[in-house]
């Protein structure tokens, strides 16, 4: 199966609506979990990232959870708006070789409907 | 702020030109990454180096190379194109830090949108 796995591919809210992106990951040693946000044209840039000795954290209207036991993390954007609309990518890392590497989700596309 | 610039945002090329592409970040990092990013297939690792001269292979590492001769240059290379190269690249880096890239935040490039015809 695939190191990261992310759900759902898309995604489509109201404007004001709350919206929930989930990923399971396999490297239990697994410590650091970002989540990027692609804005059309643009690179990936980290929004919010949470480190495996907290299981929650937030700033403003996006937060992160993650239950290590489950191996799984969730990003949470409440009060959706129409600029919040992006693909969103989860990481988590993954040995190859002698080195660990982050490793991503395919990725979901986020579509806010004013 | 840390930049990544990667040097071309749209290359058309011919099956079977060699390609080159560039990347340069400014803020000393250590570690520098190449990714493919496809339609569902999310961001995919071609090559990785933590280290100027250093370099490891990704997932994906079949019909490129790289080169890294100095620390704030990572240069993405197809030896031959073929059109199932066509894609969008990024260039990333990160500081050194343990799990080389694993353990912390990735500063991405704009992408580079090639076209192979």
């Known amino acids: 199966g695939e190191n990261v796995e992310q759900h759902p591919s898309t995604l489509s809210v109201q404007e004001g609506d709350s919206a929930v992106i989930k990923c399971t990951y396999s490297d239990s040693a697994s410590n650091y979990f970002p989540w990027y946000k692609q804005e059309l044209g643009k690179g990936p840039q980290l929004i919010i990232d949470?480190?495996?000795?907290?299981g929650e954290k937030k700033d403003q209207r996006i937060a992160v959870t993650l239950n290590k036991t489950a191996k799984h993390f969730s990003l949470h954007i409440t009060e959706t708006q129409p600029e919040d609309s992006a693909v969103y990518f989860c990481?988590?890392?993954?040995?190859?070789?002698?080195?660990?590497?982050?490793?991503f989700g395919r990725g979901t596309s986020l579509i806010v409907h004013p | 702020d840390v930049k990544v610039t990667q040097s071309s945002r749209y290359l058309v090329k011919r099956t079977g030109e060699k390609v080159f592409l560039e990347c340069v970040q400014d803020?000393?990092?250590?570690?520098m990454f190449w990714y493919r990013q496809d339609p569902g297939l999310g961001l995919r690792l071609i090559y990785f180096?933590?280290?100027?001269?250093?370099?490891e292979k990704g997932d994906i590492p079949e019909g490129y190379s790289v080169s890294r001769e100095k620390k704030e240059r990572f240069s993405l290379i197809l030896e031959s194109a073929s059109t199932n190269q066509t894609s969008m690249y990024l260039c990333?880096?990160?500081?050194?830090?343990?799990?080389?890239?694993?353990?912390?935040?990735?500063?991405f490039g704009s992408g580079t949108q090639l076209s192979v015809l």
């Open positions: 990481a988590a890392r993954k040995r190859t070789g002698g080195s660990y590497i982050p490793t």
């Open positions: 990333a880096s990160s500081p050194e830090g343990q799990g080389r890239g694993a353990n912390e935040k990735l500063f």
């Open positions: 949470i480190r495996s000795n907290v």
């Open positions: 803020m000393d990092h250590e570690n």
């Open positions: 180096s933590y280290d100027v001269k250093m370099k």
